[in-house]
């Protein structure tokens, strides 16, 4: 569903009113439906692995706190390393001196940020910064107890860097502002949850780097050479010069030894220590030895290298060499995306991993690749996880004036979730790539359709259209596809029961061979609105990281199946993050240019992607399977695992997809004969968190293909804190679910980290282990921490210019924010909340905690709810956005204003 337009939506802070509940406004005036005040209220909730840098930039930190150097917490420095537990999900800000937006840190600047935490062998600690790399850079130290670096990550036009943690101990980690000023976000997840981090920082040669000098005569020569010159410049740095070859790069080889490279750093920063961490008392990551340098020292001197040749003005571009890896239409799973970690949980949820390892095992793949049509807000076509999988450039049906681009349309004042660009991620992302995140049908195209304007929800006659186009039939435009699109996937939709036209559509498309899905709306309700709910439409509703239904999915009658929706008000795998379905999106920079990223949204819009990704498997593997055909499958529960009442129920339907059994369905009813890859025993989930107050789960053993392994035994690394109990479900071969009791009692505060050993027999690995995080806070306290200072919006939906706001109360001991405000004097108020991390004057930007009742998707649709008398369960999560991520985009030009601009 598509965002609206809130330009120039300004949250007129009255602090002194805020604290009795009340808020500063927008109209005066009590015109209007339901004019009398009345008083809304609500509950803000966050993961219980949420964490805040203790010195933002906005003034309005009430406990503001430096965290500017890594001394000992317990000395009587103003301004030592702040304490963090793990798992962790922190927000913070460092900005360079005089950069960045005006407030508390922007004169004498916040260059580092210290924070002093406990870390597991096989931890790894990931930061991501908000800013444009181009302009802004966030570098990423950790150092062990004694000062020594123990990891470095400050890489080169990218936002993301990362440090392996391999032996146990006290760390202090230190995001350092390179240059310019940004949000970041950083990451810390159970021991073996994280992506390969040696992939990331060590996917380019240590040994050289590729440049180019200014062409001879141009501007940029002259002033190049009135800087510095060329030969001088690497002499002082030791560099070694080989002459490039026609139109490519100059190679610029590095010095060979630790001591050497040092002296090239010191000599290029005019005599000045080479690490970063200038006035403190740590380490530099450098040894002062004549031994080649270690990998870590490899890194981290080629990277400055880079950093300081560009920073010299003597060179059009300076990068390192960097090495590429193939993408591929198929593969085993897990794939080498970087991201796949965080989609983990719902992959595995739906079987994709055992359906890709047996596609993978075929002996021939079919050449033709499947189709399926995005009927949405479009698509970001540049998105490098999509461009090479669309089909064409797609389709606009926006108010019946149609155009050959299926392109987003969202402007940077939208406030756009880039909604479509999500959905179409988790179909077919670009899988097998080492980069950005995968798909559930890699080998599927695209074909983006969009029927939602900027600012604007969508018409029936748009979306009939868009149905008909991808089933090559007759529509408003005119025009038609190449050829017909195998699944239509439509994360829309509104009350009412199915029109006439929809039906009509849709029936049309079914006759046409194509495959219908859609999702049920995130109302909470027990019924479900069109056109999920017309004949022939797979209806998919919402379930959350443990199986159970989403407390946000509607329901019904209509609920053909059950896919994973997430819930980013939770982190229970073990990661750190929030449950959502990590997915494509895309950004502004400040300059209002889209960039692509990456992060979580939740809902059955995002389920039913899950499911249109796995027909897509299936038209794959039999081009020729009919709609009616699916729905027989659906029937008789051969593609899916039943989860609530026995058989068919209103809210799973026919149960949880299951992709590997779809895929086995498919081959088989392609009279191919479904291969058995060999396999071994696997845990889902993979890892569990049961943060503060979780006291059961369940852990699900099955095989992911041919094998004969057995589990003879699952034990607890510490019994008398979590035990394991067999379900009745449990075969002969130990296979089935198993429930997990936790007990706190014996522990101390702070976070534990367990295991689950899987005893395999002789006839197996020996064993595996599926990690567990158990925290306790001190006093029964939540060791959720909040995003910062959380402001909240509230506005006539009809009315821009009327609004209230407030600024909402943290809770350590429930670990919620609280929310009330008095004198609201419209019926009708849609509400929105998010932090200002930087005190730019706006909320919801990229890197910044966001959420509105119910859903943010639905604030962002502009869903009013009703106001009556007054409501007090107005309960909701917020999230950080976007690529550092949790729910969805923004920037100064798409956040929402908690404030006027001043000149």
Not at 63 to 86: E, G, Y
Not at 127 to 156: Q, R
Not at 839 to 864: F, K, S, T, W
């Amino acid at each position: 569903m598509k965002a609206i337009a809130r330009r120039g939506v300004m949250l007129v802070m009255a602090l002194g009113l805020a604290a009795c509940g009340g808020g500063g406004g927008g109209a005066e005036d009590d015109d209007g439906p339901g004019a009398s005040d009345v008083t809304l209220s609500g509950t803000i909730g966050v993961i219980e692995s949420s964490a805040v840098d203790s010195d933002l930039n906005d003034p309005g930190q009430s406990d503001f706190r430096r965290n500017d150097n890594p001394a000992n917490p317990d000395a009587p420095d103003p301004a030592w390393a702040q304490n963090i537990a793990t798992p962790v999900l922190l927000t913070g800000t460092v900005n360079a001196p005089r950069t960045g937006s005006a407030g508390r840190n922007f004169d004498a600047g916040d260059r580092n940020d210290y924070f002093a935490v406990d870390l597991q062998a096989g931890q790894t600690v990931e930061l991501e910064f908000a800013a444009d790399p181009n302009s802004n850079d966030v570098d990423l130290y950790v150092y062990d107890a004694g000062g020594n670096a123990a990891g470095v990550s400050d890489g080169i036009d990218t936002r993301y860097e990362c440090v392996q943690v391999t032996r146990s101990g006290r760390y202090y980690l230190n995001p350092y502002a390179y240059a310019g000023a940004s949000i970041y976000s950083l990451r810390i997840g159970a021991p073996g949850t994280a992506g390969s981090c040696a992939a990331t920082t060590a996917a380019f040669g240590t040994t050289a780097l590729l440049a180019r000098e200014h062409a001879a005569g141009s501007p940029k020569a002259l002033a190049a050479r009135a800087l510095a010159d060329h030969r001088s410049l690497r002499s002082q740095a030791g560099l070694t010069l080989e002459a490039a070859a026609g139109l490519g790069p100059q190679m610029l080889r590095l010095p060979a030894t630790s001591s050497a490279r040092r002296a090239g750093l010191e000599r290029l920063q005019g005599g000045g220590r080479s690490t970063a961490l200038d006035g403190n008392a740590a380490k530099s990551a450098l040894s002062a030895d004549d031994a080649a340098p270690s990998r870590l020292e490899a890194l981290a001197s080629t990277l400055r290298y880079a950093k300081r040749l560009r920073a010299s003005g003597a060179y059009a571009y300076v990068e390192p060499d960097w090495i590429l890896q193939r993408a591929a239409l198929t593969g085993a799973f897990p794939p080498d995306d970087r991201y796949y970690t965080y989609q983990r949980w719902h992959y595995e949820q739906i079987r994709l991993p055992a359906a890709m390892n047996r596609i993978q095992a075929l002996a021939s793949k079919p050449a033709q690749r499947p189709l399926v049509a995005v009927i949405d807000s479009g698509v970001v076509l540049d998105h490098p996880d999509l461009a090479p999988q669309l089909q064409g450039s797609g389709y606009s049906f926006v108010g019946g004036r149609f155009a050959p681009s299926g392109d987003d349309q969202s402007r940077a004042a939208d406030d756009s979730v880039f909604h479509g660009t999500h959905v179409a991620g988790t179909i077919a992302a670009q899988t097998y790539d080492g980069q950005g995140a995968a798909g559930v049908a890699p080998m599927a195209q695209i074909l983006a359709l969009n029927v939602f304007g900027a600012g604007s929800g969508a018409s029936t006659s748009d979306i009939v259209d868009a149905i008909l186009y991808a089933a090559r039939l007759g529509n408003r435009s005119g025009a038609l596809p190449t050829r017909r699109a195998d699944v239509i996937n439509m994360s829309l939709g509104g009350g009412g029961s199915c029109s006439a036209a929809f039906q009509n559509a849709i029936t049309a498309a079914r006759d046409a061979g194509v495959i219908v899905v859609a999702a049920t709306g995130n109302e909470s309700r027990t019924v479900v609105g069109q056109p999920a709910n017309c004949n022939g439409v797979i209806a998919v509703s919402a379930t959350q990281a443990d199986r159970s239904m989403a407390p946000y999915s509607n329901t019904g009658s209509a609920v053909k199946v059950a896919a994973p929706g997430g819930n980013t008000g939770r982190s229970s795998t073990g990661n750190g993050q929030p449950d959502g379905v990590f997915s494509t999106m895309a950004s502004f920079d400040s300059t209002g240019r889209r960039i692509a990223t990456l992060g979580f949204l939740q809902g059955t819009s995002m389920a039913s992607p899950h499911v249109a990704g796995v027909m897509a498997l299936m038209r794959y593997l039999d081009p020729t399977i009919t709609p009616a055909e699916v729905d027989a499958l659906l029937a008789d529960g051969r593609l899916t695992d039943d989860l609530g009442a026995s058989g068919f129920d209103t809210q799973y339907g026919h149960g949880l997809i299951n992709a590997d059994k779809a895929v086995v369905a498919a081959l088989s009813g392609a009279g191919t004969a479904p291969p058995t890859p060999a396999g071994q025993v696997v845990a889902e989930p993979g890892s569990l968190d049961f943060g503060s107050f979780q006291s059961t789960g369940r852990l699900t053993l099955a095989h992911n293909g041919s094998s004969s392994e057995r589990v003879t035994g699952v034990t607890s690394s510490n019994p008398a804190v979590l035990t394991v109990a067999r379900t009745a479900s449990v075969d002969a071969n130990g296979l089935g679910s198993y429930d997990l009791t936790v007990d706190r009692s014996s522990l101390p505060v702070g976070t534990a980290y367990l295991t689950l050993t899987v005893q395999l027999g002789s006839s197996g690995r020996g064993s595996f282990q599926v990690p567990v995080v158990i925290a306790k806070g001190a006093g029964g306290f939540s060791r959720a921490r909040g995003f910062g200072p959380v402001y909240v919006l509230l506005q006539d939906p009809d009315d821009e210019s009327y609004t209230l706001g407030t600024l909402a109360t943290f809770s350590e001991l429930l670990g919620t924010y609280r929310w009330s405000v008095s004198g609201y004097q419209r019926s009708k108020v849609v509400v929105i909340a998010g932090t200002d991390l930087d005190n730019d004057g706006y909320i919801c930007q990229r890197g910044e905690a966001c959420g509105g009742y119910p859903l943010l998707e639905a604030v962002i649709d502009g869903q009013a709810i009703a106001v009556g008398s007054g409501r007090t369960d107005l309960n909701f999560q917020v999230a950080p956005l976007s690529g550092i991520s949790a729910q969805s985009a923004g920037s100064k030009a798409a956040g929402v204003q908690r404030r006027p601009n001043r000149p």
